[in-house]
């Protein structure tokens, strides 16, 4: 192996490995190992740059403006507060009502803004029904994960994967993946409603101070709500039609995010761009570099090699491959780095004999997004509920996590496992 090479595969496991520990911030590490990557020439600046995917920064700040300023009109807490009431104040209904709002909310605005957005309402419903919240905020961050599989903009990984496979569009996204989500959610609500029902017991007195709040007063601002809504309505037909249309999902976001600034008027733009999570775009950028070093120097195409020599290039055993290392890697880890190391070695995959990549990108999407379920460091989203719940005084453990999120994961990847071999090779 080449000097060039060894540097850059040492600079990535000990990048990687100081994110694990999270004793540093995850955006100056992996910045940090980018600069790296160009003082010791393993990529010149010109190069790194190329690797830097900008349509999946584009879509991030986009949708990031659009749900920033949606925010202010309060749709969220009606939604919930609405959803509470059509299901009579009765906690059973509830949970399961919050989880189908959670997963729909994620597969089309992201899971982090989902939950941030979901929490405090449950917060709000569980002190009225005097019950522990906790069952609710478990239950909704598997929803989440769950909701952001099913779309290109639900999830991280899927954004990555999309933009770097431009044959995979917001329609194949939701053709290939949205069915066998919604089956494994199927599976989870009454596994929920078994699990924590006899939690969640409240009284019929509370339950009706539920049915007496009113959900109308959670909007604040009607006007910029009907602006908010159009826009967004409009961003996702356009998801839908980008590829007709020959625009990127990139152009699509941003586009619609600008419009809404347009449409509001300067009060927003500072408060808009405040929404933008910077530091997560630059976690990104630090990350196509560090794997960029590892693609110049040929590092991924022998890791390729070693998969294809291990599987044989068979297709369905590949798949399976990616699949399950996908999720028990991304369980342990952050998806978002996996994923960025998995797409350049599926992508050389396909110059080394394996025709048809298209089952091994589902696979990967699947088991990223999936897998971000099994513990609680697999995922952003379950980190910032359990430190919600942490400032709420309700402790969410990485024990008491993992007892209920590690068997719903390896659930989750078996009816996968079934469903790419069904729908992809038979």
């Known amino acids: 192996m080449e000097q060039q090479a060894i540097w850059a595969i040492g600079i990535f496991l000990v990048t990687y490995g100081l994110i694990i520990s999270e004793k540093i911030h995850r955006t100056i590490l992996a910045m940090a190992g980018a600069v790296l990557m160009v003082v010791f020439g393993i990529v010149d600046q010109e190069t790194a740059i190329h690797h830097i995917d900008f349509n999946t920064l584009g879509l991030l700040i986009g949708m990031m403006i659009i749900v920033g300023i949606t925010t202010k009109t309060g749709l969220f807490k009606y939604v919930a507060l609405k959803a509470a009431k059509v299901a009579k104040g009765k906690p059973k209904r509830i949970l399961v009502a919050l989880a189908l709002i959670t997963a729909l909310g994620s597969a089309f605005l992201d899971n982090v803004t989902t939950v941030l957005l979901m929490v405090p309402v449950t917060f709000s419903i569980t002190k009225q029904l005097r019950i522990n919240p906790v069952p609710f905020l478990i239950t909704q961050i598997l929803a989440s994960n769950l909701g952001g599989t099913a779309t290109l903009i639900g999830d991280p990984p899927n954004i990555m994967i999309g933009s770097a496979v ?19 959610l199927l599976v989870y609500l009454p596994l929920f409603v078994w699990m924590y029902g006899k939690k969640i017991n409240s009284t019929p007195e509370l339950q009706q101070s539920i049915m007496e709040m009113d959900e109308k007063s959670m909007i604040t601002d009607r006007p910029l709500l009907w602006k908010c809504l ?97 999720a028990i890697a991304s369980a342990f880890l952050d998806n978002i780095p996996f994923v960025a190391t998995m797409i350049p070695m599926i992508q050389e995959m396909g110059t080394m004999g394996v025709s048809n990549l298209e089952p091994l990108w589902w696979s990967l999407a699947l088991g990223a997004c999936l897998g971000g379920n099994g513990t609680l460091v697999g995922a952003s989203a379950n980190l910032i509920v359990a430190g919600l719940a942490g400032k709420e005084g309700h402790s969410i453990s990485f024990m008491k996590y ?19 071999y069904f729908r992809y090779f038979m």
Do not use: C
Not at 170 to 182: E, G, K, Q, S
Not at 302 to 318: F, R, S, V, Y
């Open 402 to 420: 993992l007892k209920v999120g590690f068997p719903f994961m390896i659930l989750s990847i078996v009816i996968s496992s079934v469903y790419v």
């Open 166 to 184: 431009k044959e995979l569009t917001f329609m194949a996204f939701i053709t290939n993946l949205a069915p066998v989500i919604l089956i494994i």
């Open 230 to 326: 159009s826009v967004l309505g409009l961003t996702i037909v356009g998801f839908f039609l980008h590829q007709l249309i020959h625009l990127e999902s990139a152009t699509v976001a941003l586009a619609g995010a600008f419009l809404l600034l347009l449409m509001t008027g300067e009060r927003f733009l500072e408060e808009a761009f405040h929404s933008v999570e910077w530091t997560t775009l630059f976690f990104f950028i630090g990350l196509f570099v560090l794997v960029s070093g590892l693609v110049e120097t040929g590092v991924i195409a022998q890791m390729a090699a070693k998969a294809i020599e291990l599987t044989g290039g068979d297709p369905l055993l590949t798949s399976m491959l990616i699949l399950w290392l996908s």
